[in-house]
Structure formats: structure tokens, C-alpha cells
């Protein structure tokens, strides 16, 4: 017999409270005696006593039995016997890596796995399932009970945030196609209310955490050479917390600080004036539950040259960016962008245009049409004067406002949260947004052609674009699960992975996928080695106080003609109206009788 709701079943802690009503003495009521000295004695011994003695008569059993059967039937009770084909769930995304004493979360998940297929009956068959990167099988072929443990033993959690996933409808989708008797999930996060033949199995208890969630590396400028860096430091939990962060270049340690962290807030530090490393790596000293997150990784550019693609129908005016030194310019129509490898570049910038969805490199879009995701573009200005700047901002250093005016502009209206950096009576200017880690620039006015000193403000301000993008072009990186893009690979190109394995890639094949892990990944191609910086960006796996609930429906899962389940809580609550109708027609005579006896008592004193 199982429980689908188990959790009702805690009301039974509560029955003994039905004794309260039993224990307490009755309110006592007033009678006229003749005389009282028969009562002396017994009155003194009854009064001095708070409780009396328990006699409980037979209702108190029935109500009992009748509040026991109304919480069995709350718990929904099934007769199940023994699944034959069972699919087991695993949930492999980075919390689980997460430690519960001296045990990982996914071991306990494994001991979980190893107790159910121990379990099974001889001729059962198990299929594996996997959670990261997406719900897929594991293995080709179905398992053993045995099979199944030595299988369990060798897998281990990746470095990957859980896939968005409804687990009600995939389940018992699962469930429905494969014919399975059960389907289990063994995961971190708790479970509300369980399918008829899906079980969620949670393993873990809710606990404090610190994570790096970011780390950058800025090179400078194109004129110069400075290197700075700024890591960000979140506080998963209730209390303020101080953390040892160090900074490391290629290994070698540069700088550390303290760091203050409030509860449930995020600090930031800067290091500057650092001298150039292949890679940087920063850590925080901190005892938590997830070690992963303690740490990440960047990559500094090694190149003075910020590598653009402009998009454009009118490319005439943007090939005067290649008369800023360091810049690097390749044009193509709008048509032909998605034809276009993009792996390489460190600025795109649309001219008139926009992509139909948001490119994975920095981007900067200037008057875009009205059909894009980051804003709505407002009337048309004749040579707007700017009200008002965010000061102290790279993008405005140097620039005279006074003299700073667009021969066209059209304010911004925001259609996603953004900063806004120059502004005019009309509304922004510019509006800068991040999304998805990358740095974009939305401008209500055309900046080009570049004019250097024929027009000194809007060139100023077209420098600073550029020194902004290219600041933020080595530490990006990628995250954990995001392919690297690789340039034409040719026969011997190879990506050699943080754990050392050397992976052949093939030649036509640009992507490489298989980002599972966090760390430093090298890309050699033609005796040139690349670095790639790739981190867990999922804070979703960083938090590990109160993850999201799954929440089960009852039947959807059920698979058709399954005879595996039987429910029988209807059965509880049938029983449970019959004893409150009996309780019903016992009381009535039971309190006339008690009025009989009083009266006759009442008529014997007289």
C-alpha cells in the first residue's frame, strides 16, 4: 500500500487532542437540595481536582476512528503491486553536486536509485533517464536490477544548470509512450503532491550558499594597455557574510580582498593594473555547500584590435570606422547576416536593422525598425539638444554636450529594462541593456559618418562606444551548455576540455556542443591555441534555500489499461460517512438517557 499525499498523514499527530474535551471538568450546574450535607465531602474532592476522571464512553471511539478514516482518505491510499518496467529519472544539474554532510546530493540520489532497483522483482527491467543537458535516456538498452546499480555508480552531475522542463506533462508523456508500470524522479527540489504513476523522490534540505557570478576582465582601450578586472560576489542566504576573494592569473595568485556580503545581496570588487596572463581565475574562501560556484574563469583579450560586422543598407557610411586605429571592419547586407559566420567578432552593429533574435555577441543598434525586442522608437527630432547624461560613465567621458547635437534623432521607448545614458527633452538617446551576459547599446541617432575632428563631440562619443565594447571583449566567455563557435575547423583541429580530453572536431562542423563542464577549454587549430573561458551561469543552481517546488496531478500520468495501482480511499471515505451517520443515531438516545438519569436522581433527593 502507498500514499499518493502522504503529507496528510501528519494529522494523526493531532488525534490525541480529542482526549481534551474528555479530560476537562464539565461547567457545573445548579441544583435546589433541601439539604447539602450529604455533598460536603464529595464536593470538596471533585473541586480540588482540575481534571476528573476519564471514563470514556463509546462515541469518543467511533469520533476517533472517525477523524482516523477521514485522514487515511486525505493521504490517498493505493494498493500497488510490483512495477515490471520502471524508468528511473535522475536528476544531474549542477545543485545536485551540492553536499548534505559529508555526501553529495547526487549520491544520495544514487542510494535512492540502488534502494528501488533492489527492490524491483526478478524480470523487471529499468530504463535511465537524465535531467542535464535535457531529458534523454541513458544507454541504448534497458537494464537489469544489477545492470542498473553498476550503471548508477558511474555516472556523476555536470556542470549545468537544470533544462526548463514541465515535469507534469513529461512524466506522464513518458510514461504514456514507453508503457512504463512507474516512472521515479530523484531530484533536489521537494515535490508537491505525486502522479499515478509518477514518484518524485527529493533528496537535500534547503541550505545557505556563496557564489562568483561574475567575473570580467577588462582590457582597456584600444589606445591603451591597461587590464583591470571586477568580480561580483552573491549572498544566498539570511545572514551577512565575509569572504576571502583571490584573484589568479594563469595560476599564479595576483591579489585578494575581503569581502563584505549582506544577506541575500551581492558585493563587487575591482583589482587594477594587472599584468596580462593567458587566463584569470577567482575564488572565494568559503566553506558552503557548492563548491562549483566558488569559483570562475575569463579569458583577456590578447589582441589590440576589436573585430566588428556591421549590418547594414546603407554600408557607405560605416566605412569610416575603419579609420579609428585597432578596429577591424567587415560589412554585410541584412539579408545576408544569418549566412554569416559571427564566431570571432566582439561587436556587431546593426545600421538600420535588426536581427529576429538578439545576437550572442555585444551588438549596437542604430535606429533600428520598429519591429525588434529592445525598443519602440518615438516621433522624429530635427536637431535635439541633450537635457541630460549619466555622468562618470565610459560612454559619456570627454564628450561636450553643449555642442553634442544629431542632425535626426527618434527617443527611446524601453521595451526591456535598460540604463539610459544620454537623454533629450523627448525622451533617451541611448539607452545601454544587458541581456543574456552580453553588453548592447541602442542609439536614437545615426553617429556616422565617423568625421574625426570635423565634428569632435560625436566623434569623442563614437571613440567611447568602441573602447566600451572592446573593454568588455575578452572576458565574456561562454556558459556552461552554450556551444563554442569555431572558425572553419580543418583535419587535426582538436578542443582539448578542462578534465584533459582531447576532442577531434570535424571539418564543416562549427559548433562544438559538448560544454559541460566548468574551466578553461583550449581550442587548437592550425599549432594556434585559443582560450575559452566557460562558468555556471544558472543562479537557480547557486540558490539552494527554497528551490521551486515540481507539482504532480494525480491521473495524468496514468498509463491506459494499467493494472498497477488500485486506489481504495474512496473506500476510507465511504466507511468514514457511515460512522458520522451512526454517530448521528447513537447520540440522541445516548442524551435522553442521561436526562432520564438526572431525573431520577433529581426525584430520590426529594
Same mark, same amino acid.
Given at each position: 500500500?502507498?500514499?499518493?499525499?502522504?503529507?496528510?498523514?501528519?494529522?494523526?499527530?493531532?488525534?490525541?487532542?480529542?482526549?481534551?474535551?474528555?479530560?476537562?471538568?464539565?461547567?457545573?450546574?445548579?441544583?435546589?437540595?433541601?439539604?447539602?450535607?450529604?455533598?460536603?465531602?464529595?464536593?470538596?474532592?471533585?473541586?480540588?481536582?482540575?481534571?476528573?476522571?476519564? +471514563?470514556?464512553?463509546?462515541?469518543?471511539?467511533?469520533?476517533?476512528?472517525?477523524?482516523?478514516?477521514?485522514?487515511?482518505?486525505?493521504?490517498?491510499?493505493?494498493? @500497488? $503491486?510490483?512495477?515490471?518496467?520502471?524508468?528511473?529519472?535522475?536528476?544531474?544539474?549542477?545543485?545536485?553536486?551540492?553536499?548534505?554532510?559529508?555526501?553529495?546530493?547526487?549520491?544520495?540520489?544514487?542510494?535512492?536509485?540502488?534502494?528501488? $532497483?533492489?527492490?524491483?522483482?526478478?524480470?523487471?527491467?529499468?530504463?535511465?533517464?537524465?535531467?542535464?543537458?535535457?531529458?534523454?535516456?541513458?544507454?541504448?538498452?534497458?537494464?537489469?536490477?544489477?545492470?542498473?546499480?553498476?550503471?548508477?555508480?558511474?555516472?556523476?552531475?555536470?556542470?549545468?544548470?537544470?533544462?526548463?522542463?514541465?515535469?507534469?506533462?513529461?512524466?506522464?508523456?513518458?510514461?504514456?509512450?514507453?508503457?512504463?508500470?512507474?516512472?521515479?524522479?530523484? @531530484?533536489?527540489?521537494?515535490?508537491?503532491?505525486?502522479?499515478?504513476?509518477?514518484?518524485?523522490?527529493?533528496?537535500?534540505?534547503?541550505?545557505?550558499?556563496?557564489?562568483? @557570478?561574475?567575473?570580467?576582465?577588462h582590457p582597456g582601450s584600444l589606445a591603451e594597455a591597461r587590464i583591470s578586472a571586477s568580480v561580483e560576489v552573491a549572498n544566498f542566504s539570511a545572514k551577512d557574510a565575509r569572504v576571502k576573494l583571490t584573484l589568479r592569473g594563469g595560476g599564479t595568485p595576483l591579489a585578494s580582498r575581503e569581502l563584505a556580503v549582506s544577506a541575500g545581496g551581492q558585493a563587487t570588487a575591482s583589482f587594477e593594473g594587472l599584468t596580462a596572463h593567458p587566463y584569470f581565475e577567482a575564488e572565494i574562501d568559503a566553506r558552503d555547500a557548492l563548491a562549483l560556484d566558488n569559483r570562475r574563469f575569463a579569458v583577456a583579450s590578447t589582441t589590440r584590435r576589436l573585430r566588428i560586422l556591421a549590418i547594414s543598407p546603407r554600408p557607405q557610411e560605416l566605412t569610416s570606422l575603419r579609420a579609428i586605429s585597432g578596429v577591424a571592419l567587415d560589412i554585410v547586407a541584412p539579408e545576408?547576416?544569418?549566412? @554569416?559566420? +559571427?564566431?570571432?567578432?566582439?561587436?556587431?552593429?546593426?545600421?538600420?536593422?535588426?536581427?529576429?533574435?538578439?545576437?550572442?555577441?555585444?551588438?549596437?543598434?542604430?535606429?533600428?525598425?520598429?519591429?525588434?525586442?529592445?525598443?519602440?522608437?518615438?516621433?522624429?527630432?530635427?536637431?535635439?539638444?541633450?537635457?541630460g547624461w549619466r555622468d562618470g560613465h565610459p560612454l559619456t567621458r570627454y564628450v561636450n554636450f553643449s555642442l553634442f547635437r544629431p542632425r535626426y534623432a527618434r527617443a527611446l521607448n524601453p521595451r526591456m529594462p535598460g540604463e539610459s545614458i544620454v537623454r533629450s527633452a523627448e525622451g533617451p538617446l541611448a539607452l545601454a541593456i544587458t541581456q543574456q551576459g552580453n553588453n548592447h547599446l541602442v542609439l536614437g541617432f545615426d553617429p556616422f559618418p565617423y568625421l574625426g575632428q570635423e565634428n569632435l563631440p560625436m566623434s569623442i562619443f563614437t571613440v567611447n562606444i568602441v573602447d566600451w565594447f572592446f573593454a568588455f571583449s575578452g572576458g565574456r566567455g561562454r556558459a556552461t551548455g552554450e556551444p563554442i563557435e569555431v572558425s572553419a575547423p580543418q583535419a587535426g583541429d582538436r578542443i582539448i576540455t578542462p578534465k584533459g580530453e582531447k576532442v577531434s572536431l570535424q571539418p564543416g562542423v562549427n559548433l562544438y556542443p559538448a560544454t559541460l563542464y566548468q574551466g578553461i577549454y583550449q581550442l587548437v587549430s592550425q599549432n594556434e591555441k585559443n582560450l575559452i573561458a566557460v562558468n555556471l551561469r544558472d543562479l537557480n543552481e547557486s540558490d539552494l534555500r527554497q528551490p521551486a517546488p515540481i507539482g504532480l496531478a494525480g491521473d495524468s500520468d496514468a498509463r491506459a489499461g494499467t493494472s498497477v495501482l488500485l486506489p481504495f480511499w474512496p473506500y476510507f471515505l465511504l466507511a468514514a460517512l457511515f460512522l458520522l451517520l451512526l454517530e448521528w443515531l447513537i447520540r440522541p438516545p445516548m442524551a435522553g438517557a442521561g436526562r432520564r438519569v438526572a431525573l431520577r436522581r433529581k426525584h430520590a433527593v426529594t
Amino acid at each position: 500500500m502507498e500514499f499518493l499525499n502522504p503529507s496528510a498523514l501528519y494529522g494523526l499527530f493531532a488525534l490525541p487532542l480529542l482526549l481534551i474535551p474528555y479530560l476537562l471538568r464539565r461547567k457545573p450546574k445548579r441544583y435546589v437540595f433541601s439539604s447539602l450535607y450529604m455533598f460536603t465531602a464529595l464536593g470538596a474532592n471533585r473541586t480540588a481536582r482540575p481534571f476528573r476522571r476519564l +471514563r470514556l464512553p463509546i462515541i469518543f471511539f467511533l469520533q476517533l476512528l472517525l477523524l482516523a478514516l477521514m485522514i487515511f482518505a486525505l493521504g490517498e491510499p493505493v494498493f @500497488t $503491486s510490483r512495477p515490471t518496467k520502471v524508468a528511473m529519472v535522475i536528476d544531474n544539474s549542477a545543485s545536485m553536486q551540492a553536499l548534505e554532510g559529508d555526501k553529495s546530493r547526487f549520491f544520495l540520489a544514487q542510494e535512492k536509485a540502488a534502494g528501488i $532497483s533492489a527492490d524491483l522483482g526478478f524480470g523487471a527491467v529499468l530504463d535511465l533517464y537524465l535531467t542535464a543537458p535535457r531529458l534523454e535516456r541513458f544507454g541504448r538498452e534497458s537494464f537489469s536490477a544489477s545492470e542498473a546499480l553498476r550503471a548508477l555508480r558511474g555516472l556523476n552531475p555536470l556542470d549545468l544548470g537544470e533544462a526548463p522542463l514541465d515535469y507534469n506533462n513529461a512524466l506522464g508523456q513518458l510514461a504514456r509512450q514507453q508503457q512504463y508500470d512507474r516512472v521515479y524522479l530523484i @531530484t533536489d527540489r521537494p515535490a508537491r503532491g505525486q502522479g499515478a504513476a509518477a514518484r518524485i523522490i527529493t533528496v537535500g534540505q534547503p541550505q545557505d550558499n556563496l557564489a562568483i @557570478t561574475s567575473l570580467r576582465i577588462h582590457p582597456g582601450s584600444l589606445a591603451e594597455a591597461r587590464i583591470s578586472a571586477s568580480v561580483e560576489v552573491a549572498n544566498f542566504s539570511a545572514k551577512d557574510a565575509r569572504v576571502k576573494l583571490t584573484l589568479r592569473g594563469g595560476g599564479t595568485p595576483l591579489a585578494s580582498r575581503e569581502l563584505a556580503v549582506s544577506a541575500g545581496g551581492q558585493a563587487t570588487a575591482s583589482f587594477e593594473g594587472l599584468t596580462a596572463h593567458p587566463y584569470f581565475e577567482a575564488e572565494i574562501d568559503a566553506r558552503d555547500a557548492l563548491a562549483l560556484d566558488n569559483r570562475r574563469f575569463a579569458v583577456a583579450s590578447t589582441t589590440r584590435r576589436l573585430r566588428i560586422l556591421a549590418i547594414s543598407p546603407r554600408p557607405q557610411e560605416l566605412t569610416s570606422l575603419r579609420a579609428i586605429s585597432g578596429v577591424a571592419l567587415d560589412i554585410v547586407a541584412p539579408e545576408n547576416y544569418e549566412k @554569416t559566420d +559571427r564566431s570571432g567578432y566582439g561587436l556587431e552593429i546593426f545600421h538600420f536593422a535588426a536581427p529576429a533574435v538578439l545576437p550572442r555577441n555585444p551588438a549596437l543598434f542604430i535606429l533600428p525598425p520598429q519591429q525588434n525586442d529592445l525598443v519602440e522608437l518615438r516621433a522624429a527630432v530635427t536637431n535635439p539638444s541633450v537635457s541630460g547624461w549619466r555622468d562618470g560613465h565610459p560612454l559619456t567621458r570627454y564628450v561636450n554636450f553643449s555642442l553634442f547635437r544629431p542632425r535626426y534623432a527618434r527617443a527611446l521607448n524601453p521595451r526591456m529594462p535598460g540604463e539610459s545614458i544620454v537623454r533629450s527633452a523627448e525622451g533617451p538617446l541611448a539607452l545601454a541593456i544587458t541581456q543574456q551576459g552580453n553588453n548592447h547599446l541602442v542609439l536614437g541617432f545615426d553617429p556616422f559618418p565617423y568625421l574625426g575632428q570635423e565634428n569632435l563631440p560625436m566623434s569623442i562619443f563614437t571613440v567611447n562606444i568602441v573602447d566600451w565594447f572592446f573593454a568588455f571583449s575578452g572576458g565574456r566567455g561562454r556558459a556552461t551548455g552554450e556551444p563554442i563557435e569555431v572558425s572553419a575547423p580543418q583535419a587535426g583541429d582538436r578542443i582539448i576540455t578542462p578534465k584533459g580530453e582531447k576532442v577531434s572536431l570535424q571539418p564543416g562542423v562549427n559548433l562544438y556542443p559538448a560544454t559541460l563542464y566548468q574551466g578553461i577549454y583550449q581550442l587548437v587549430s592550425q599549432n594556434e591555441k585559443n582560450l575559452i573561458a566557460v562558468n555556471l551561469r544558472d543562479l537557480n543552481e547557486s540558490d539552494l534555500r527554497q528551490p521551486a517546488p515540481i507539482g504532480l496531478a494525480g491521473d495524468s500520468d496514468a498509463r491506459a489499461g494499467t493494472s498497477v495501482l488500485l486506489p481504495f480511499w474512496p473506500y476510507f471515505l465511504l466507511a468514514a460517512l457511515f460512522l458520522l451517520l451512526l454517530e448521528w443515531l447513537i447520540r440522541p438516545p445516548m442524551a435522553g438517557a442521561g436526562r432520564r438519569v438526572a431525573l431520577r436522581r433529581k426525584h430520590a433527593v426529594t
